[in-house]
């Protein structure tokens, strides 16, 4: 069982590392990590290259998170499809080509793979960014669903086990939402 628990998270990683946002930035002429807030993830390519971009990003991103979770899960149950996913944030927060930094924040990968993970939570979440996009706008509304998933897996997926992999997974995008805004703070400092 270690050993597939090993492999899921094998897996995952370099799945996580695919540049989803160069490779769609390229398609338009546009590298998303030299301009805009210069983060290869789906919201700086809305903002680049339109809502079309970002949202094949956004899905793109999704995919390989879920995609990461499900191969997991299939080698070594949940246990293996939470490692796997976990592997996948990591490696498109730190890509191995970057030398491991300068990577995108894993919102919409976390996503994909919570959504293999734990389904119900997920449409709970969903539908809270559905309901907020209009008064809100798309971008705050998936901010505000990603915020809003710890409170419906709780609720709806009260495993214990499974909210200690929720928290590593919340201390990953904190960290590297604090990464992101300690680089852009030096990016933007004078001289």
């Given at each position: 069982m270690a050993a597939r628990l090993v492999l899921s998270a094998l897996i995952g990683y370099p799945l996580g590392a695919i540049p989803?946002?160069?490779?769609?930035?390229?398609?338009?002429?546009v590298d998303p990590r030299e301009r805009g807030e210069r983060n290869p993830g789906a919201?700086?390519?809305?903002?680049?290259?339109?809502?079309?971009?970002?949202?094949?990003?956004?899905?793109?991103?999704?995919?390989?998170?879920?995609?990461?979770?499900?191969?997991?899960?299939?080698?070594?149950?949940?246990?293996?499809?939470?490692?796997?996913?976990?592997?996948?944030?990591?490696?498109?927060?730190?890509?191995?080509?970057?030398?491991?930094?300068?990577?995108?924040?894993?919102?919409?990968?976390?996503?994909g793979a919570a959504a293999v993970l734990a389904p119900l939570a997920s449409l709970v979440a969903l539908a809270v960014m559905a309901v907020a996009a209009a008064p809100l706008g798309i971008l705050r509304a998936?901010?505000?669903?990603?915020?809003?998933?710890?409170?419906a897996f709780a609720?709806?997926?009260?495993?214990?086990?499974r909210l200690v992999v929720l928290g590593f997974a919340y201390l990953l995008l904190l960290v590297r939402v604090l990464e992101r805004r300690r680089q852009d703070a030096s990016s933007a400092a004078p001289g």
């Open positions: 989803f946002a160069v490779l769609v930035g390229r398609l338009l002429a919201w700086n390519l809305w903002r680049l290259g339109g809502a079309r971009a970002g949202l094949a990003t956004f899905a793109l991103d999704a995919g390989k998170g879920a995609l990461a979770a499900g191969v997991g899960t299939a080698l070594a149950g949940w246990w293996g499809g939470a490692l796997a996913g976990l592997a996948a944030m990591a490696g498109h927060a730190w890509p191995p080509w970057t030398g491991f930094r300068g990577g995108g924040r894993a919102v919409a990968t976390f996503l998936v901010a505000l669903g990603t915020v809003a998933y710890p409170a609720v709806l997926a009260p495993d214990p086990r």
